[in-house]
């Protein structure tokens, strides 16, 4: 802090301010500089974004779907209906008849209820395996899953836990790479074609093929056994098993290392069984209760068994390439009958499923409809397009004799004339999708006229003369918007003397004018205005519709507006109607010509706007460039340098003006104390 005029009475500080407000006159100049820089700056990039809008239109204006809209009429929507895409040909389609309609193949089941008690899908299966007419068959194990990552090769290996070992089951268990089921085969046979793998015992899984890096590989194996450890923790009273449905074969117990424990006879109104002295276990859930807290961390570890069962399901599609999609379940005995109905129904293997628990039967239906066996020789002959397997097949009730099997057929049609057939009700020929509603062999054709759709095209014509008229209106109005001379950026000084209102309406026109007439922006306008009128030639082109004008669109006569377009809405619907193929010509042209009389206009223009772009973004930059990248940002450099300069100067001019007071007012001090010392020496010799 300085504090000054002690001695000679004066305001140091206020002297001091004023002085430096005048050496500070020019670096407010320079600051009003750099402002006017960053606002002209910012006043590009606006103009930059427009562009980068407007190019975005333009490049959608480039795929022919805006062109070529087609319009589908059907004379009989009850029995076909159909949707043209913009590859479709101007025409006409009859349908005289619909001999079948497409269906997917289709297996009810018998009951498979006892009799007695119906089977509840929401209960575990073990709770209820009485209640299956033909019981449920149960296999000891455990069954784990693990995801790994393909890393380029052809052998993947499962990390196993403890003393498990996978069991020899391998064509149980399900591999699929990337969510694609691969088909598993016996350890000893060969590789007969790709998407094959085999299951060693010690969890080594081999592909027919490597399987990409970085692909996601998910296993479902057996193990003759779950071993699952861990630690107690002071005051535990219980430990959860990630396995459920236990049984008594095979499970043990160790604390801490000690002799294993076993289980006892499981009640079954509650499904608890005691282990030995230090608690009991819920079968069905897992839950191992203790007697007492753990007075200490206690390391546990647990080998324990489970029963499962397993189905196989599959069937032949369109992308199978003549193999089924089939797919193996490994069913636990605490799921319920809804989940694995869930897996199977999500699954790739094509098919859905449920169960009717008032009848007792269960529906099987293939996703796809239409007959694929006939195109797929077997040997021996197969006739279905479903597969089944597993031993939970048969406690479903899907094996012959216990269903009801209704084939899969194709669509049969006459079109044009001409008998063809269909997997589905839906197909496509030559860019009209059909959907075949009903059957029908008499009675009037279903007639389908595809015509150009010209009020979409309109649409799409409109909406680009829109954005183009949005363009040049923001760029017009920058380019002669007014510009005062008087008004420069506001000091910081001078924005404390203003309120918040007056500073608005300063910076508004201080702001005015920064790029007025600047030479790019008008080149642009001038450059695109060029690219509207002059004719298109091409080999698509007529020559009485090769200029916009000739279409029903051309500048306003209001010269204020900068050349904005308008349309005649009845002359460009016209040449939309009856010559689309021209207007498409006019507007994308020869793309790849470097003629520039042959190219359309969308593409003129998209030349035009990304070279006006590449100026600017030299000009002014974009928000990822750094201040040495463009023109204006070199310029605020060297401001930034030249006021770091001058404030280094300034604070030296200030502590030469204080030294110079300071020592001013030493010397008025000590000519003080001279004269107060000569006073008394004056007034001693009176």
Known sequence: MRIGGLASGMD??????????????????????????????????????????????????????????????????????ATASSAANQGTYSITEVKQLAAAETWVTSSIDDGVSKVDPTKSLKSQSGDFVSGLTWETGAIGSQTVTGDGTAVLQVQLTGDEQVLNKPLQMSVKVNGKGYEVIDQGAAFTGTNQVKV???????????????????????TDKKVQEGTLAVGADSYQLVKKGIITDGFSLSLDGGPPVTMGAVDPDTNEALLGSIGKINVETGK???????????????????????????SYTSTSGGQPNEENFLIESSQSLNQVFSKVNSSNAGVSMFLDNVTGQVSMMRKETGDFYPSVPQDPPVADDIIVGGSFATSLKLTAGDITKTSGQNAVFTINGLETSRNSNTFTMSGVTFT?????????????????????????????????????????????????????????????????????????KAKSGLIRRDPTLTNALSSMRIDFYNPVANEGTDPLLNQLAMIGIRTTSNFREGGKLEINEAKLKEAINNNPEAVEALFIGAASSTNESEQGIIHRLSDTVTETLDRLRDKA????????????????????????RFEDRLIQVENRYWAQFTAMEQAVNRANSQGMYLMQQFGMGQ
Do not use: C
């Not at 562009?51 to 480039?62: A, G, I, Q, V």
């Not at 060693?200 to 057996?222: H, L, M, P």
């Not at 002669?480 to 924005?495: A, C, F, G, I, V």
């Not at 023109?631 to 340098?641: H, L, P, R, Y």
């Open 621 to 644: 930059g974009n928000q990822f460039s750094t201040l040495q990248n463009y023109a204006i940002g070199k310029s605020i450099f060297n401001v930034d340098e030249r006021i770091q």
């Open 288 to 314: 191992i209760t203790f007697n007492e807290p753990r007075a200490a961390e206690t390391a546990i570890s647990v080998s324990y068994k489970q029963e499962y069962t397993h189905l196989s399901v599959g």
């Open 200 to 222: 060693a015992a010690n969890g080594e899984v081999t592909f027919s093929e490597n399987v990409t890096a970085g692909a996601t590989v998910k296993v479902d194996y057996i």
């Open 12 to 81: 140091i500080d206020s002297i001091v301010r004023d002085l430096m407000r005048v050496e500070k006159m020019p670096l407010d100049r320079l600051k009003q500089n750099k402002q006017t820089l960053e606002w002209q700056r910012d006043d590009y990039r606006s103009m930059n974004a427009l562009l980068l809008d407007f190019r975005t239109k333009l490049n959608n204006m480039k795929f022919t779907t805006n062109y070529r809209a087609r319009t589908v009429t059907s004379s009989d929507d009850s029995r076909v209906t």
């Open 436 to 508: 075949l509603k009903e059957e029908f062999t008499s009675g009037p054709p279903a007639t389908l006229s595809i015509n150009n759709d010209g009020n979409q095209v309109f649409e799409s014509i409109k909406s680009f003369v829109e954005n183009y008229n949005t363009l040049i209106g923001g760029i017009d109005l920058k380019l002669n918007e007014e510009k005062y001379r008087s008004y420069k950026p506001l000091t910081d000084e001078q924005r404390s003397e203003l309120s918040d209102k007056q500073q608005e309406q300063w910076d508004d």
